[in-house]
């Protein structure tokens, strides 16, 4: 199944992370909160808030807060790239890191590093990574084909280019701004679980 990871942007308030969140929870498979202004406290509060709202523990990922993922049984946590997270491989989380070449992805491969699934971006130019170049969909490819467990494709996705990450054999596609920054998250969420869902059925009848 190809999944739809959104994320928080570090642009907006608990409030409006909050209230973006429970409207788009039931497009996406993750919600990650990646804020890394925020206190370990505030993000237990927020996340806290998210379930007694009704969000599934299993369909949210914190980023580099362990503790905070036991604590609220979450689905997972997101580690930076340099992260050394042997220690939690034996948890009952789903380990995610973020890469950016084929070298460093086979490293923190599933057999490896004991990541479960990997981030690899900014595939496409994004406002978030200003005057960095993209590193494309060949890079991409080579990632996938690099490593044994699952790759996220991340930076400047769009409903229109999901198909294209997908080709490359990724897993699915990670979307920040896309989402949380639209006039309309609901609807963004939306193209892109639709899109995800046509890759699904093209592969399903090769």
């Given at each position: 199944m190809?999944e ?19 409207k788009?929870?039931n ?5 990650h ?13 927020a ?15 914190v ?17 930076p ?5 042997e ?9 995610g890191?973020?890469v950016?070449?084929?070298?460093t992805?086979?490293?923190k ?5 004991g ?6 971006g900014?595939?496409?130019?994004t ?25 996220i494709?991340?930076?400047?996705i769009?409903p ?9 054999g990724?897993a699915?596609?990670a ?13 963004k969420?939306k193209?892109?679980q ?5 890759d ?5 009848k090769?």
């Open positions: 190809l739809l990871h959104a994320l928080s942007t570090g642009r907006q308030s608990l409030e409006k992370w909050l209230n973006i969140s429970l788009i929870h497009y996406v498979n993750y919600l909160l990646r804020e890394k202004n925020w206190t370990t406290h505030q993000k237990l509060e996340i806290e808030q998210l379930l007694k709202a009704g969000v599934p523990e299993k369909k949210i990922i980023n580099n807060e362990p503790m905070v993922a036991e604590k609220l049984h979450l689905a997972g946590v997101h580690f790239e340099r992260t050394n997270i220690l939690y491989k034996k948890r009952d989380w789903r380990l890191r973020s950016h070449d084929s070298i992805a086979k490293e491969d599933t057999t490896k590093d990541a479960d699934y990997l981030f690899f900014h595939v496409f130019e406002e978030s990574k200003p005057g960095l170049p993209a590193r494309g969909l060949v890079h991409l490819k080579n990632v996938v084909e690099s490593v044994s467990c699952p790759v494709a991340i930076g400047g769009t229109k280019n999901v198909a294209s990450c997908i080709a490359t990724a699915g596609v979307v920040m701004s896309g989402i949380y920054d639209a006039n309309d998250p609901i609807s969420a193209a892109y639709r899109a995800l869902e046509k699904e059925k093209h592969e399903e090769l």
